[in-house]
């Protein structure tokens, strides 16, 4: 497979939580909103705009998708299939590879562990990336 450029409407749903992952992502232009379900509703994580990578996560440590992203408005994205990541991932010293894998872990246990101690209000007071 190859990088391709893919262009999403505003709303439009790019992967779900629970999916597998088969690629990341990184945003040319416009905007993308990462979000997870909770009991208490919808969780925002993130905000990501220009320049910013998405979707990384299943590909390093090969998980379902923690959460769902959404463009924001018209958004468009190179998508890079798990393949031309994986190789990518193999240059790596395998020491550093463990260690993305790791942290890739912590990250999940983390977003976890504070949505169901602080709940929804908390989350989206707290975190934001641009």
């Given at each position: 497979?190859?990088?391709?450029r893919?262009t999403?409407?505003k709303?439009?749903?790019?992967f779900?939580?629970?999916?597998?992952?088969?690629?990341?992502?990184?945003?040319?232009?416009?905007?993308v909103?990462?979000?997870?379900?909770?009991?208490?509703?919808?969780?925002?994580?993130?905000?990501?705009?220009?320049?910013?990578?998405?979707g990384?996560?299943?590909?390093?440590d090969?998980?379902?998708?923690?959460?769902?992203?959404?463009?924001l408005?018209?958004t468009?994205c190179?998508?890079i299939?798990?393949?031309?990541f994986?190789?990518?991932?193999?240059?790596?010293?395998?020491?550093?590879?463990g260690?993305?894998?790791?942290?890739?872990?912590?990250?999940?246990?983390?977003?976890?562990?504070?949505?169901e101690?602080?709940?929804?209000?908390?989350?989206?007071?707290?975190?934001?990336?641009?």
């Open positions: 497979m190859s990088i391709q893919k999403y409407e709303g439009g749903v790019i779900t939580e629970g999916e597998e992952g088969s690629s990341a992502f990184l945003i040319e232009k416009g905007s909103e990462i979000s997870r379900g909770s009991r208490g509703g919808k969780v925002v994580l993130a905000s990501i705009g220009a320049n910013g990578v998405f990384e996560m299943a590909l390093l090969d998980k379902p998708r923690m959460a769902t992203a959404m463009a408005e018209e468009s190179l998508v299939p798990a393949d031309i994986e190789k990518r991932m193999e240059s790596l010293d395998p020491f550093m590879k260690i993305w894998r790791i942290a890739c872990n912590n990250l999940r246990i983390l977003t976890d562990r504070y949505i101690e602080k709940g929804v209000g908390a989350l989206q007071r707290d975190i934001h990336v641009a």
